[in-house]
């Protein structure tokens, strides 16, 4: 993915402190990271204890928080995924983190199967889930069109070889099913508002920086087509915390309230969330 310009320059605040250029890509229009760490020292940049998905942590009222949200969402995400109908409800679910979603598909009459890289995540996902939780090289032994439902909750912006990986996803998914992605919309007000202290573009753990656009032309280049995207309402405040942290040293809770309704308030005319959930399926 050569083709890009310079768009934004963007601080680690949580990891390395080191900066980072986005460049927008001509092809597809989605931000890239750059540079982007090599494969194999890109997770040096999650070993920290403030990365809640990998891990199950409730330390202060912050994390206390996240749980009580997930918890909401979870049974959203169920909701979404039985709204298919699936016959066969089989159900992958990448980057699984501590697998709370996969338990409560699989308490749901869901046959799953997870995947998640960070071994410490992965462990407590087995747990949970009679062992059904693997590395990323057990994306291999799956076979073809084995899946009803794909979902990558926040993952795909994390995904090295990009192409590559949406090929792997339709292979695996069946003629009919529904792949879901999840990822931050760098076209949302908070987004406008924090700029370079934007929390969900926590660099260089997010390769890439998705809108509208840039979804639809990328997975259109694989004959897949949006066909309903959904608003993340709870991540305008989330992210808006972070992004208060980051900009000026403290939560600022108030303010990171106010500019998470704005940016909901806004998003009911503009539709550009903070976060969008977008369901994919084959032409």
């Not at 090599?38 to 330390?59: M, P, V």
């Not at 912050?62 to 169920?78: D, G, N, Q």
């Not at 694989?222 to 000026?248: G, R």
Request: glycine share 4%; net charge positive; charged share 25%.
């Amino acid at each position: 993915m050569k083709e890009t310009k310079s768009y934004l320059t963007v601080k680690d605040h949580s990891v390395s402190g080191e900066t980072f250029q986005l460049a927008l890509n001509k092809k597809y229009g989605f931000l890239e990271t750059q540079p982007q760490p090599e494969e194999d020292k890109l997770f040096e940049y999650y070993k920290t204890e403030d990365y809640i998905s990998h891990t199950d942590s409730k330390r202060n009222l912050f994390e206390k928080a996240y749980h009580l949200v997930r918890s909401i969402s979870l049974k959203r995400k169920l909701k979404l995924i039985n709204s298919f109908n699936s016959k066969e409800k089989n159900l992958l679910d990448i980057g699984c983190g501590t697998g709370d979603f996969l338990k409560k598909a699989q308490e749901n009459g869901w046959t799953v199967s997870g995947i998640e890289p960070n071994e410490s995540a992965r462990k407590i996902a087995k747990t949970k889930t009679n062992n059904v939780v693997f590395n990323v090289e057990h994306l291999e032994k799956f076979k073809p069109k084995s899946f009803d439902v794909i979902t990558l909750w926040h993952v795909l912006e994390h995904l090295p070889n990009l192409e590559e990986q949406i090929s792997i996803l339709k292979n695996l998914l069946n003629e009919k099913g529904t792949l879901i992605i999840a990822v931050p919309n760098h076209h949302s007000f908070d987004a406008k508002h924090y700029k370079s202290f934007w929390a969900a573009y926590d660099v260089p753990r997010h390769l890439w920086h998705f809108n509208q656009k840039s979804i639809a032309s990328l997975f259109e280049s694989e004959n897949m087509t949006v066909v309903k995207i959904l608003p993340m309402k709870f991540d305008a405040y989330y992210v808006s915390l972070l992004s208060e942290k980051y900009k000026t040293g403290r939560m600022n809770i108030l303010n990171a309230f106010r500019v998470g309704l704005l940016s909901n308030l806004k998003a009911k005319r503009t539709n550009e969330y903070s976060s969008i959930i977008y369901v994919i399926q084959n032409k």
